[in-house]
């Protein structure tokens, strides 16, 4: 019981640390402490290092949602709706969601390996020696690097597997190209990609904020840089699929 | 002029630092002698102001830096070099780039200004022309040159040093323990070395200071030191 006690309470003090971690950090984004040129380094290497595989991975999503769904309506005689289909599931779920995800696994945990590493590696505290904040210096430009690069990076996502579906639609489904073209435009409103987009800064928050932290305050030398990217990119993973139902269910009551 | 006092520091229930009294002067170089685990890092890490102590205080300059904030204390470090045992270099900067990174945060100095001091500051350290290396190519001892060149850039007046030597043959520990003098020399620098290094500690130490169990147990020159009746330093010193 007593282990318990101490296991929990370590918990909540672990949560009030990551949030006073994240305070930190939009602290140094309100008072204008932003450094152009590591964010710009971050933004370049975040969006460089995930972008094919998320393009082929919503390739693929475009892809296999077009078959499938044209497998399905072709038995009720609605191959034609395989555009609103596509373009729906991917621009308000899909592209969000699985963008987020691979980013999560593809930069997150290198965010999380490299401050791991600097840290096991004493260069925080370096930093901190040296006069600077490491929050400022190391930890803003990757955060703002994630709330930038994922909504760019699930446009994309959300462009491709369009085109993938279009492909399918076209020269599977023997669909007029310019038919598929036309309902894809009109199956998604504003508000279908504003609601899919919006959550876009949600999750890249979340894996900003989940794997800058936990790559901050790893210990245990290399062991526990992988112990602690692991950690990171499975928390990010969780948190990114409880956030999307709750920010789902907010979105359907409000905007519909 | 350096003063600690009554300076206590608890991690959970095991006590670090036992009420370390010393006064170190300006312009001396003291090296803390002890056994891995004996508070010696913990004692530079309070004189630096990343950790706070229990009880006591350390006054530097009749400032005492164990009541100053965050921000305060960012002003404070500016004036102090510290050399961590493995450099704590930035890995990804070239060795340019870690010393021209104090300046440029610090001040207000052009490029070809920049890039002379560095130029200047490597000759100190016997380094010239590794400039557009990474760290990763560079050697245990020459790492630790740049980082020690990196700590003192800002012309700092106080210079920390964790266990310099740790990790080093015998040749290149006498290398860097001799060039720590050098510079301490040369930059009119207090310094403070932590060691488990006896021979190097005495070759270059003003005064040698013997840690056990987070407590001082002695303190003097070699001579002083040889001289002790007490059994630990002398078991140590032999």
């Known amino acids: 019981m007593r282990n318990f006690m101490k296991k929990f309470l370590d918990y909540l003090a672990g949560i009030g640390n990551a949030l006073f971690f994240l305070f930190r950090v939009f602290g140094n984004i309100l008072r204008g402490r932003i450094r152009i040129k590591e964010l710009l380094k971050q933004i370049y290497e975040q969006g460089y290092q995930s972008v094919l595989i998320i393009m082929l991975t919503s390739l693929a999503s475009g892809l296999v949602l077009a078959l499938q769904g044209y497998v399905a309506m072709v038995r009720f005689g609605a191959k034609e709706y395989i555009a609103h289909l596509v373009a729906l599931s991917l621009v308000r779920e899909l592209g969000p969601v699985f963008t987020a995800l691979i980013f999560s696994g593809k930069a997150g945990a290198r965010i999380t390996a490299e401050l791991g590493t600097m840290n096991v590696n004493d260069q925080i505290l370096a930093t901190k020696t040296l006069g600077v904040d490491p929050v400022e210096f190391l930890v803003v430009p990757r955060m703002l690097a994630c709330i930038i690069v994922v909504p760019i990076l699930t446009i994309l996502a959300e462009v491709v597997g369009i085109a993938g579906g279009y492909f399918i639609g076209v020269f599977e489904a023997n669909i007029q190209s310019s038919f598929y073209i036309h309902q894809t435009i009109r199956a998604i409103h504003y508000v279908d990609f504003f609601s899919g987009f919006i959550k876009t800064f949600f999750f890249a928050l979340l894996i900003g904020w989940v794997c800058c932290y936990k790559g901050y305050y790893t210990k245990g030398g290399s062991l526990g840089v992988g112990r602690y990217t692991t950690q990171a990119v499975a928390n990010s993973y969780i948190l990114i699929i409880i956030a999307n139902v709750i920010l789902t269910k907010i979105i359907l009551t409000f905007w519909g | ?238």
């Open chain 2, 1 to 238: 002029m350096i003063e600690i006092s009554h300076l206590c520091k608890k991690f959970d229930d095991q006590l670090v630092l036992d009420d370390i009294n010393l006064k170190i002067s300006e312009g001396e170089l003291l090296v803390v002698l002890g056994g891995s685990g004996t508070g010696k890092s913990v004692l530079l890490k309070h004189m630096m102001g990343l950790l706070k102590p229990d009880e006591g205080s350390i006054c530097i300059d009749s400032v005492d830096i164990t009541k100053l904030s965050d921000k305060e204390l960012i002003g404070i470090r500016k004036k102090i070099g510290y050399l961590f045992q493995e450099g704590a270099l930035y890995d990804f900067m070239t060795v340019f780039e870690n010393l021209a990174f104090p300046l440029t945060e610090h001040t207000r100095l052009r490029k070809p200004e920049i890039a002379r001091r560095v130029k200047e500051i490597l000759a100190i350290v016997d380094l010239e022309g590794i400039e557009e290396k990474f760290p990763e190519e560079l050697s245990g001892g020459m790492k630790k040159r740049v980082a020690l060149a990196r700590s003192i850039i800002l012309d700092s007046k106080l210079l920390l040093c964790d266990e310099p030597t740790s990790g080093l043959d015998p040749i290149r520990s006498r290398d860097i323990s001799d060039l720590i003098k050098t510079v301490s020399l040369r930059m009119k620098c207090t310094t403070i070395v932590t060691s488990h290094d006896i021979r190097n500690s005495f070759r270059i130490a003003d005064r040698v200071v013997l840690i056990r169990d987070g407590r001082i147990v002695a303190s003097g020159t070699q001579k002083e030191l040889e001289r002790s009746s007490d059994t630990f330093v002398k078991e140590f010193i032999s």
